[in-house]
């Protein structure tokens, strides 16, 4: 079993930044694929971006573009996920997830950080 715990959300007036950290400890945390899912209300939770445990590699998610991007800490078991140039509906609560390798489905992460809240104001 892995836990998660993610920090940094909050409000933010469009075009600001925010960065999100995820930490991660338990069992061989660092081998394993962290992810991260949002979820605004009303609507299915969405690929944000992960990173690979094996080689470090990073897939992003259409709604990145460009403006988000994800680093991961190995030794520490923990990553992050730099948000620049927000907007209004990048609104949602941001979830961590943890799995074995890489996947844009959200049924593929057997553990969940309990989300940190994101809100863009116009």
């Known amino acids: 079993q892995v836990q998660l715990v993610e920090s940094g959300g909050g409000l933010v007036q469009a075009g600001e930044s925010l960065r999100l950290s995820c930490a991660a400890s338990?069992?061989?945390?660092?081998?394993?694929?962290m992810a991260w899912f949002r979820q605004a209300p009303g609507k299915e939770r969405e690929f944000v971006g992960a990173?690979?445990?094996?080689?470090?590699?990073?897939y992003y998610g259409a709604t990145a573009n460009g403006r988000f991007t994800i680093a991961r800490d190995g030794a520490k078991n923990t990553n992050s996920l730099q948000m620049d140039s927000l907007k209004p509906e990048d609104t949602a609560v941001y979830y961590c997830?943890?799995?074995?390798?890489?996947?844009?489905?959200?049924?593929?992460?057997?553990?969940w950080g309990q989300g940190t809240q994101v809100t863009v104001s116009s």
């Open positions: 997830a943890v799995g074995v390798g890489v996947s844009y489905n959200p049924t593929h992460y057997p553990n």
């Open positions: 338990g069992r061989t945390a660092s081998r394993y694929a």
């Open positions: 990173v690979s445990g094996d080689d470090g590699s990073t």
